[in-house]
């Protein structure tokens, strides 16, 4: 598994980085910037998906709410969640809505992430390989942990700019993982947390962007059972 992890994964991003060192002046810093905005070009299609599918979900949200609210009083054992569950993916088709195409963009960065860090770990050519200041060798932590906590400040700004279509609970959730992140960064290869800070950046200056565009949106107003019968019988 090493050797095909290698062949497939190491050494064409050994080389693609090599080519980049040789073009932004003799720097491993910038060859990784560099690297880092061709990832996050080549996931562009997916993250507008992301996007796409991030609204329509928020479109969605009250009728969800509705659906959920009419079940609300089941046990999550009962059998009667399960309708529940079919008349959600029924929403969710009608409107063509698929709820796991959030994760798409992640789920293609994470192995990149992990390929960085096994290179760092083993690739000869990024030992002793300084960036700039006080960064000194790309494959050692940040001696100052400058970029592990810019990286923390761009994880939650990316959270908290992103729409969500989760409850507040599992919001508060999902504002742990920057504290984590940054905690397990701390003293990874800066080269690592380089790569990771600027695909933050880049996101973050995404959704500024998206949000701009695309606005805030419809809000949709779903009237509650009892009012919708009354205006039928009416």
Not at 72 to 78: F, I, R, Y
């Amino acid at each position: 598994m090493s050797v095909v992890w290698t062949a497939l994964i190491l050494s064409p991003m050994l080389n693609i980085l090599a080519f980049l060192y040789a073009v932004v002046f003799h720097n491993f810093g910038l060859a990784i910037i560099l690297f880092t905005v061709i990832v996050r070009l080549a996931t562009l299609p997916l993250t507008r998906r992301q996007v796409r599918s991030t609204k329509k979900m928020q479109e969605i949200q009250p009728e969800m709410k509705a659906i959920q609210d009419r079940y609300s009083n089941l046990k999550a054992t009962d059998p009667g969640k399960q309708k529940m569950n079919q008349e959600l993916m029924s929403l969710y088709r009608d409107r063509g809505v698929n709820p796991a195409s959030g994760c798409l963009p992640m789920l293609l960065t994470m192995p990149v992430l992990f390929a960085f860090y096994s290179l760092l770990s083993v690739a000869i050519e990024i030992r002793d390989a300084p960036f700039i200041l006080w960064i000194q060798d790309l494959s050692q932590h940040d001696p100052l942990y400058v970029t592990p906590l810019l990286m923390g400040v761009t994880m939650v700004a990316q959270q908290k700019m992103t729409p969500s279509t989760a409850d507040p609970m599992q919001q508060k959730i999902m504002m742990v993982m920057p504290v984590v992140f940054t905690f397990m960064f701390l003293w990874a290869p800066s080269g690592l947390v380089l790569y990771w800070l600027m695909s933050n950046v880049w996101g973050v200056g995404q959704q500024i962007i998206t949000n701009r565009v695309i606005g805030p949106p419809p809000v949709h107003n779903i009237r509650p059972p009892a009012e919708r019968l009354i205006k039928k019988r009416g």
